[in-house]
C-alpha cells in the first residue's frame, strides 16, 4: 500500500542553520509528492511539490527534490528564520486522487 | 477571496450519537476533500467529491459518509459516533480533480467525543 514516513520531531535549529527534514515513501505507480506547512494559527498551506522522478520543487527558500531511486523526498533549506517555525507535512496524491499524508515534524527556529 | 471554510469550530456529542460537519470551498473549486487528524497519526484521507460525486474514500468504516451539493459546499456525517472519533477534521478544496492540484485547506473542526 501507499504510505509516507517522515522524520520525527520535533527539531529545534538555531537561526540561519541548515534544515533537513527526510521524507520516504512507499507508491505503487508514479504518485505526486508534496510538502505542506502549518505555522502556528493558520492552516495547512503547499509549501513546494514535485509531479514526476527528479523533478525539483521549491519555494521560500526551500527545496526538496522527487527521488524515485531512493523513494524520497527530503526537504531543505540552507538558512533557516525564525519565521520558518512551523509544522511540515510530507505528503503524496496516489491514482484515484488518494492522498496519504506524513505525521508532522515540527521545527522550532531560535534567534 | 474568501478561503475554505468549516463549521463548527468545536463540536461536543457523546457516543453513540450522530456528528455533522460542513465545508464551504473557494469560490470556483469543485473538488473537495476531508481529513481526520487524530493526535500522533498525521492526516488520514476520508473522502473525496468532485462534481457532486463521491470519487474515493480511505479506509474508514461506513459510518463515515457525506455529500457534496450543487453548490459544492459539503457535508461530513459521522454515525454512531465512537470515542476513538475525536479529531480535527480538515476540509480542503481544489481547482482540479488532478492528483497535482493544491489543496487549500480550511482551519478544521475539533470533534470532542465524550
Known amino acids: 500500500g501507499n504510505s509516507v514516513t517522515q522524520m520525527e520531531g520535533p527539531v529545534t535549529l538555531s537561526e540561519e542553520a541548515f534544515l533537513t527534514i527526510n521524507c520516504t515513501y512507499t507508491?505503487?505507480?508514479?504518485?505526486?509528492l508534496f510538502w505542506y506547512v502549518q505555522y502556528p494559527g493558520e492552516g495547512l498551506q503547499l509549501l513546494l511539490k514535485a509531479t514526476k522522478a527528479d523533478d525539483k520543487g521549491s519555494n521560500k527558500g526551500f527545496e526538496a527534490t522527487y527521488r524515485k531511486e531512493t523513494t524520497s523526498f527530503h526537504l531543505e533549506k540552507g538558512s533557516v528564520q525564525v519565521s520558518d517555525s512551523a509544522v511540515y507535512f510530507c505528503a503524496l496524491a496516489s491514482t484515484g486522487n488518494q492522498f496519504y499524508f506524513g505525521t508532522g515534524t515540527s521545527l522550532t527556529v531560535i534567534p | 477571496e474568501a478561503g475554505v471554510t468549516q463549521s463548527p469550530t468545536h463540536l461536543i456529542k457523546t457516543r453513540g450519537q450522530q456528528a455533522t460537519l460542513r465545508c464551504s470551498p473557494i469560490s470556483g473549486h469543485t473538488s473537495v476533500y476531508w481529513y481526520q487528524q487524530a493526535l500522533g497519526l498525521g492526516l488520514q484521507f476520508l473522502l473525496w467529491y468532485d462534481e457532486g460525486e463521491e470519487r474515493n474514500r480511505g479506509n474508514f468504516p461506513p459510518r463515515f459518509s457525506g455529500r457534496q451539493f450543487p453548490n459544492y459546499s459539503s457535508e461530513l456525517n459521522v454515525n454512531a459516533l465512537e470515542l476513538e472519533d475525536s479529531a480535527l477534521y480538515l476540509c480542503?478544496?481544489?481547482?482540479?480533480?488532478?492528483?497535482?492540484?493544491?489543496?487549500?485547506f480550511g482551519p478544521g473542526t475539533r470533534l470532542t467525543v465524550l
Open positions: 480542503a478544496s481544489s481547482l482540479e480533480r488532478g492528483t497535482t492540484d493544491t489543496q487549500y
Open positions: 507508491a505503487t505507480g508514479y504518485p505526486s
